[in-house]
Nanobody, 127 residues
Framework: QVQLVESGGGLVQAGGSLRLSCVAS????????VGWFRQAPGKEREFVAA????????YYSDFVKGRFTIARDNAKNTVYLQMSELKPEDTAIYYC????????????????????WGQGTQVTVSS
């Protein structure tokens, strides 16, 4: 029903920038809320950012606020995560995910809210 493909990861030096993309193949015309999560080796998957259906509401974890920006282009079924001022602790596999359920607030969205996941893209930040 929903397939997600992330791209844009890579190796970057600390202080650098990357832009991740998440393209959704959705068989309905309905828009979904999309979240970005990340998982570093030996750690649990954690919430990074989310964006509502229209793109007007965005949510960020405290550790990326002011450095990362989430945006969506519904005409292209694509959600972006612009990452700036990257730090070595940002190193992880980044996943995008879709939540088809309307929510009043997506701050600190738990992964269990999201029904569809991409395969992930590796981001490595060197010091």
């Amino acid at each position: 029903q929903v397939q997600l493909v992330e791209s844009g990861g890579g190796l970057v030096q600390a202080g650098g920038s990357l832009r991740l993309s998440c393209v959704a193949s959705i068989r309905t015309r309905r828009n979904y809320a999309v979240g970005w999560f990340r998982q570093a080796p030996g750690k649990e998957r954690e919430f990074v950012a989310a964006i509502g259906l229209s793109g007007l509401k965005t949510y960020y974890s405290d550790f990326v606020k002011g450095r990362f920006t989430i945006a969506r282009d519904n005409a292209k079924n694509t959600v972006y995560l612009q990452m700036s001022e990257l730090k070595p602790e940002d190193t992880a596999i980044y996943y995008c995910a879709v939540d088809p359920t309307p929510r009043a607030d997506r701050t600190l969205s738990p992964p269990t809210w999201y029904d569809y996941w991409g395969q992930g893209t590796q981001v490595t930040v060197s010091s």
